[in-house]
T-cell receptor, first 113, second 117 residues
Framework: SQTIHQWPATLVQPVGSPLSLECTVE??????LYWYRQAAGRGLQLLFYSVGIGQISSEVPQNLSASRPQDRQFILSSKKLLLSDSGFYLC????????????FGSGTRLTVV | AQSVTQLGSHVSVSEGALVLLRCNYSSSVPPYLFWYVQYPNQGLQLLLK??????LVKGINGFEAEFKKSETSFHLTKPSAHMSDAAEYFCAVSVPDRGSTLGRLYFGRGTQLTVWP
């Protein structure tokens, strides 16, 4: 069966520090991968998606970037965190055209101080 | 573009009462429809989905939803609420893009369900 792993679960980082969140999927190949952010009162915001290795699309201009170095690995990064980057980050994967819906990781709570 | 509207950001019910969470969507083509549940500090879990076929869809934890094309609705119901149902619920719509492998999922803003003892 397919599983998705996301880590770390919580992270407290000072302003201006770098960020790296990792997400890996097991049990499937060539998944579509997604990064979402939940901020209080703002619902789910799609940040990035990827349909293949090295193929990244950004939805919202921001302080973050994403990379997909391997088929089932998706990384969210920042060179210098801002206070506004605080939030709950969720990784998700789907099959072709998202037919069965998305499967989400357990999330990372990021607090920038 | 697709959009999803969840009526009521907060819904409160008593334990044992009917749960009704409303969702309306906008789509120019037949959509796929989903309901997700999120417990505090956890990821989203798929409750149920409608793709094709029977319009009444049964999901986990006793929830069900009915796709009504004429009303562009996909409301979530449960006959009898339980304390463990307290969570945030998200409705989502997806329209496959035949020109791409991508299936974008558009989420509503979420409805926080509170269950009173």
């Amino acid at each position: 069966s397919q599983t998705i792993h996301q880590w770390p679960a919580t992270l407290v980082q000072p302003v201006g520090s770098p960020l790296s969140l990792e997400c890996t999927v097991e049990g499937t190949s060539n998944p579509n991968l997604y990064w979402y952010r939940q901020a209080a009162g703002r619902g789910l915001q799609l940040l990035f998606y990827s349909v293949g290795i090295g193929q990244i699309s950004s939805e919202v201009p921001q302080n973050l970037s994403a990379s997909r170095p391997q088929d089932r690995q998706f990384i969210l990064s920042s060179k210098k965190l801002l206070l506004s980057d605080s939030g709950f980050y969720l990784c998700a994967w789907s099959g072709l055209q998202g037919y069965g819906g998305y499967t989400f990781g357990s999330g990372t709570r990021l607090t920038v101080v | 573009a697709q959009s999803v509207t969840q009526l009521g950001s907060h819904v409160s019910v008593s334990e044992g009462a009917l749960v009704l969470l409303r969702c309306n969507y906008s789509s120019s083509v037949p959509p796929y429809l989903f309901w997700y549940v999120q417990y505090p500090n956890q990821g989203l879990q798929l409750l149920l989905k409608y793709t094709t076929g029977a319009t009444l869809v049964k999901g986990i934890n006793g929830f069900e939803a009915e796709f009504k094309k004429s009303e562009t609705s996909f409301h979530l119901t449960k006959p009898s609420a339980h304390m463990s149902d307290a969570a945030e619920y998200f409705c989502a719509v997806s329209v496959p893009d035949r020109g791409s492998t991508l299936g974008r999922l558009y989420f509503g803003r979420g409805t926080q369900l509170t269950v009173w003892p």
